[in-house]
């Protein structure tokens, strides 16, 4: 049985930041996961970092950590957990009667089209869709029956509706003990921020001001910050009660990533990354990779980032290359990188050649890689990812958690 010691960041770290201090995971008794495949290896030592992250992305990401281990979809819809500490891979919900189809009464029913749950405090959040969009006359329509924000305890019981609209899409759900937030469809012209107490039920929306046209795609908390991407690649931000709305960047774009420890936002340009500091307005280089070469997958990880790199003639590679170059252009440096925003230090942690991390499926916590497989798409030749596998960094050693 092997077994890993995993630090957590000192308490007294986590109060000096002063920007969005997480609290700690709900604790889940390993004993609580049953063993579904005895052939996955077990890491009692391994330990879930404090919630909400001190480092987030603005992407959905496909692979997230509650206290229960990595949520993910596997290829039938259904919304997993992966557990490192217990070696098992369980359906979340552990209704043991319940399908998990879209049809039915499950909690986590959505998923595979709302994205996964993600976790504040003890309850799971959701955005969840009337399954009578599956009904051939919804076929096709811009309005389907309705979307709900809601939450479940961390095994899919105790389900609460909080929000429920008239049909119009729901994204980008992100959750807080005192806050939760999405992305809401206002028309035919603008996709807004909404926020809600959790508590009162009390429900707020970005005003649109003066912009007939404003459709949000993307936005990450920093504080009392949201930073926010439009559609057409511009930066924005506003306090958390919507007011001061300000210009930050015109971007191609790119994701954002915040990082309360060190109270910045930051962006991928030029093949790099640069940083943006909200108190000074500065905008500085992060991050420049050697010349040739691209970051690729970029993971929030504990109090800082891991990230890969990848080959490239431009600023970025393209998804819609053919597999091989793509494996190429991954291959070129098979290494996962950890970098703090504090130190600004960075490690460099060698990868089985097999081992390319997903951009937007994967995660990094206690030593453990979990992403999926890049394989070549059948039809088009051009990458795509199948199963979930995950790899020790320390050693190489790779298993596979689900087909």
């Known amino acids: 049985m092997k077994k ?12 000096s930041c002063g920007k969005n201090v997480p609290y700690l995971t709900h604790s889940v008794p390993l004993e609580a996961e049953v063993s579904g495949n005895t ?27 509650c206290s229960r281990g990595w949520l993910f979809i596997d290829g039938s819809g259904v919304t997993r957990v992966y557990s490192p500490a217990a070696g098992t891979v ?27 749950p993600v976790q504040a405090g003890d309850r ?21 029956p309705a ?9 899919g019981h105790d389900k609460k509706t909080h929000y429920r609209n008239d049909g ?9 003990e005192d806050a939760v937030w999405w992305i809401e469809r206002v028309g035919d012209e603008q996709t807004l921020l909404t926020r809600m107490d959790p508590r009162s039920g009390k429900i707020e929306r ?3 001001g003066e912009d007939a046209h404003k459709i949000i795609i993307e936005f990450v908390r920093l504080g009392d910050f949201v930073f926010y991407i439009l559609d057409d690649g511009m930066i924005r931000f506003c306090r958390s009660d919507f007011s001061d709305d300000s210009f930050v960047s015109q971007t191609k774009g790119t994701s954002l990533y915040a990082s309360d420890s060190v109270g910045k936002v930051y962006w991928k340009e030029a093949g790099g990354l640069v940083s943006y500091n909200p ?38 590679i393209s998804l819609y290359e053919s597999f091989q170059t793509y494996q190429a252009s991954v291959e070129a440096d098979a290494a996962l990188y950890l970098w703090g925003p504090e130190t600004g230090i960075t490690e460099r942690i060698a990868l089985p050649v097999s081992v390319m991390p997903s951009p937007l499926c994967s995660g990094y916590e206690g030593g453990i890689l979990f992403t999926m497989r890049a394989v070549q798409n059948d039809w088009t030749k051009v990458v795509s990812w199948k199963g979930w596998y995950a790899c020790l960094t320390e050693t190489g050693e790779v298993w596979e958690v689900e087909p």
């Open 4 to 15: 890993m010691l995993v630090s957590f960041v000192c308490l007294f770290l986590l109060l």
């Open 39 to 65: 052939e996955l290896p077990t890491f009692e030592g391994f330990l879930f970092p404090s919630l909400p992250p001190l480092t987030r992305s603005s992407e959905i990401r496909e692979a997230v950590l």
């Open 168 to 176: 119009t899409e729901l994204c980008g759900l992100y959750a807080e």
């Open 206 to 208: 970005m005003p649109c």
């Open 279 to 316: 108190d000074t307005g500065n905008t500085e280089t992060a991050i420049t990779p050697p010349e040739g070469f691209c970051l690729h997958a970029f993971i929030p990880s504990g109090s800082g980032f891991a990230y890969t790199l990848a080959a490239v003639t431009g600023d970025f």
């Open 147 to 155: 979307w709900s924000v809601c939450s479940t305890d961390l095994f």
């Open 124 to 144: 799971l959040w959701v955005i969840d869709k009337d399954p009578r969009y599956l009904q051939p006359e919804y076929a096709g329509r811009d309005i389907l």
């Open 90 to 116: 369980n359906a979340l919900c552990s209704d043991p009667l319940c399908s998990h189809a879209p049809d039915s009464d499950c909690a986590f029913r959505s998923c595979a089209v709302t994205g996964v």
